[in-house]
């Protein structure tokens, strides 16, 4: 699509840190800019508010694959407004400087400039939480901080579960109880932190052994998948805690929870999601960085970027034309 340069800001981790041979941020980052358009790089701590206008200071940016993979060019501090696209890339945890974002975000005007993902749907959907729109996808799923209740719905529960932070990311706080084991008072004790945070439990899916399916899905519609195996020694299949990608093809079961997602999806502005699905459940719905492209591309010699790039394109032609 020929539609001229954008001007695209990326709200990111710092750049020093990424892997780029596994973050996704940085192959749309390679892809945009392959098409010409204009790549400008922020952390979050660089957000602010002037009287009710959001602005940034930030820096223009190249990538490659090379070391340093980016050098940074020519830095301004404008209206939020001043860009055509806004990436809102920050990686979990959901903290509360997180959740102040999304709400200067939501001062960017929506007809000038397109934020991916929405700030309001960050806003709304928690990862672990959304998913419990959709009771006939999950697995048996119990929320509360309360340590009784929990061993409560453990037994119902064949005498295990899996609890995770509601706020977390990549696996971190995921626990495996087991009611045979005497760390699991410990454990919840620990999730809970006495009692005072709230925690969601969850039936243990056997099938995880197999692996954890991410699938990418733009625009409710899936692009592909992978699969997380986990190590022998782990019950996580999340990639940074040693998960083995491993190519995987979408069942109809896949097919069938991404139909039923798909209009929330698109109704909440939650344009570019992955879906954590085990055996036949989905388990999770990560809306604030989804990755898993590069996985998908090595493993299916595909380049799921430029359907992202090609999407984001086609909604800033449609502001540009209202």
Known sequence: MDMGTLKIGVIMDPIEKIDIDKDTTFVLMLEAQKRGHELYYMELDDLSIRGTTPEAPFRRVSVARAKPPHEFKAAATKPLNWFD?????????????????????????????????????????????????????????????????LKTFMKEQGEEMVVKPLEGCGGSGVFYLSQKDRNTNALLETATDNGQRPIMAQRYIPEVRKGDKRIIVLDGEPLGAVLRVPREDENRGNIHVGGQCVKTDLTPRDREICRVLSPSLKKLGLYFVGLDVIGDYLTEVNVTSPTGVQEINSLNKVNLERQVIDFVEKKAAELRQA
Do not use: W
């Open 85 to 149: 696209v806004i990436l809102m890339r920050k990686d979990p945890p959901f903290d509360m400087k997180f959740f102040f974002a999304t709400q200067l975000l939501s001062l960017v005007d929506e007809r000038k400039c397109l934020v991916v993902n929405h700030p309001r749907a960050l806003r709304e959907a928690n990862e672990k939480l959304y998913t419990l729109n959709f009771p006939q996808l999950i697995p048996p799923t119990f929320v509360s901080g309360n340590m009784k209740l």
